[in-house]
Every structure is written in structure tokens, then in C-alpha cells.
């Protein structure tokens, strides 16, 4: 599976932003779709993230702020994020994680990150 993230920018604080990840395959059979991000000096860390069976969990941090949407159809999931503080500056990355059966195994994907930064 391949991620294309787009839509990072520079924004005010206070604003908004739309980050979209489009995967070059069906995601409908995909466990967990979801955004990290990486501060400068940071680890990364999860953002927010959704599954197939509709449940959402986001970050403490982004909570009220964020909201991730999933569209199995059309193979995207977007996050939506409001009232962007300086803290939330980092480069985003989509996030995909299969289950394969016959595996027994996850597998993990990465987009190649979008960069956010919240700047007066």
C-alpha cells in the first residue's frame, strides 16, 4: 500500500487545516488508518487514528480540536484540524495497518509526511 499525504502549510494560530492521505489501494480490508506526527527533536507519536469497525481514538493533546474522517470508498482518510497552536508544528504522516491472515502478521505503512507549521 502506497500513502500520498497532502495539505500541510504554514497557518496562524488559532486556524485551520485539512490534511488528506489517498492509498493507492482498497482500503475497506485496512485494520487501522491514521495520522503521527514529528516534532523537531521529538519522537513521533500517534495524532489520531480510525478503524474499520467506525471506533476513533485521538491524542490527548488534539482532542476537541482534531477530527479524523475515513473514507473507505474513495481511499482516503483526512484529518480536519482546528484551533492549531504552535505546539501542534510538525511534519504529519499517514498511517496504515493491515492485518494478513495468513501471515499472522501486521503489516505497517507510511506516507511520506506533510509538513505543519503554526506561526504568527
Known amino acids: 500500500v502506497q500513502l500520498q499525504a497532502s495539505g500541510g502549510g504554514l497557518v496562524h494560530p488559532g486556524g485551520s487545516l485539512r490534511l488528506s492521505c489517498v492509498a493507492s489501494r482498497s482500503i475497506s480490508s485496512i485494520d487501522t488508518m491514521g495520522w503521527y506526527r514529528q516534532a523537531p527533536g521529538k519522537q513521533r507519536e500517534l495524532v489520531a487514528k480510525s478503524k474499520n469497525d467506525g471506533s476513533t481514538n485521538y491524542a490527548d493533546s488534539v482532542k476537541g480540536r482534531f477530527t479524523i474522517f475515513r473514507d473507505n470508498a474513495r481511499n482516503t482518510v483526512n484529518l480536519q484540524m482546528d484551533n492549531l497552536k504552535s505546539e501542534d508544528t510538525a511534519v504529519y504522516y499517514c498511517?496504515?495497518?493491515?492485518?494478513?491472515?495468513?501471515?499472522?502478521?501486521?503489516?505497517?505503512?507510511w506516507g511520506q509526511g506533510t509538513l505543519v507549521t503554526v506561526s504568527s
Open positions: 498511517n496504515a495497518v493491515r492485518y494478513v491472515s495468513s501471515d499472522r502478521r501486521f503489516y505497517t505503512y
